[in-house]
Nanobody, 119 residues
């Protein structure tokens, strides 16, 4: 049973930083991919960043240079360091996992989300 539990969200002023964490039962086996997604009110869910089992990361253009995704396989924890936050980053942030087939496959497992508000 895959579990994903996000934490670290909150309210921050423009230009501030937050670090999101996702405690997971995923062990980072070859082919696994972990990602962060977000959904703002009235908007579709969008991908923010993904990282595969080799540590290769990809980012949405809107967050490149500001956000960093990382994973600590020893702690089974995924992180998203968010710097230079903008009001447009306000959204519910979700941790997700795609197991066995890389980051191009379907993300089948999702956390419940953590709210980030930038004002």
């Amino acid at each position: 049973h895959v579990q994903l539990v996000e934490s670290g969200g909150g309210s921050v002023q423009t230009g501030g930083s937050l670090r999101l964490s996702c405690a997971t039962s995923v062990s980072g086996h070859f082919g696994d991919c972990m990602g962060w997604f977000r959904q703002a009110p009235g908007k579709e869910r969008e991908g923010v960043a993904v990282i595969d089992s080799d540590g290769l990361a990809k980012y949405a253009d809107s967050v490149k240079g500001r956000f960093t995704i990382s994973q600590d396989n020893a702690k089974n924890t995924l992180y998203l360091q968010m710097n230079s936050l903008e009001p447009e980053d306000t959204a519910m942030y979700y941790c997700a996992a795609a197991l066995g087939y890389g980051c191009s496959s379907v993300f089948s497992y999702w956390g419940r989300g953590t709210q980030v508000t930038v004002s």
